[in-house]
């Protein structure tokens, strides 16, 4: 078990460290070519305006993604499946708070923060349900008695990641937007 959480902070590190080196390396070489890169978040406030529109598409895109997760999971070894979901959410998360500090000093840290808030919450929660299910499925296998030992949060786990996904799509939707407006108001 401490081997699994060091390869997983490990993991976690590099990812953030490569994802960040790998923004300033592009961002640098973009401006020497005669780039140019405007705020994305304070030129465009419309994208946190909360519709009835937003839902559909965010509910579409997070099932999508929860489906390669919920796949990936069965046809890779729970430790694989985590390590390799780590790397690539830490890489992408330090690709972004690097882009957003480097144009926008500590307010793009604070609203690369509040981007994900509340939501990715309930997305955390379902992805934890995800790896354990996978996890004691994998060590489980074979037991004649599956339900027997189980407790109600292991028997219906599916059921509540896909409730939290599908929660987490409604606070996306509409309290991270109101949120957002929030957040800009305090630096416009």
């Given at each position: 078990m401490e081997r699994r959480r060091f390869l997983s902070g490990l993991f976690l590190m590099l990812g953030l460290?490569?994802?960040s080196l790998f923004t300033n390396f592009v961002y640098k070489d973009y401006l020497a070519y005669g780039g140019q890169i405007d705020s994305l978040v304070l030129n465009n406030k419309d994208l946190y305006v909360s519709s009835a529109?937003?839902?559909p598409y965010i509910l579409f895109k997070r099932g999508k993604q929860y489906g390669i997760l919920f796949l990936a999971g069965y046809l890779l070894q729970p430790v694989v499946f985590l390590l390799g979901s780590l790397f690539c959410m830490a890489f992408f998360l330090g690709s972004m708070l690097s882009l957003q500090v480097i144009q926008m000093g500590l307010k793009g840290l604070i609203i690369v923060l509040f981007?994900?808030?509340p939501h990715f919450i309930c997305y955390g929660i379902?992805?934890?349900?995800?790896?354990?299910?996978n996890l004691q499925d994998s060590e489980k296998e074979g037991t004649d008695f599956y339900y027997r030992d189980r407790s109600l949060s292991e028997r219906f786990s599916i059921q509540f990641e896909i409730a939290l996904v599908i929660i987490g799509c409604v606070l996306e939707s509409y309290a991270n937007p109101a949120l957002m407006a929030e957040v800009l108001?305090?630096?416009s």
């Open positions: 460290v490569l994802g529109s937003l839902l981007s994900f808030f379902s992805a934890a349900l995800l790896y354990r299910r108001k305090l630096f």
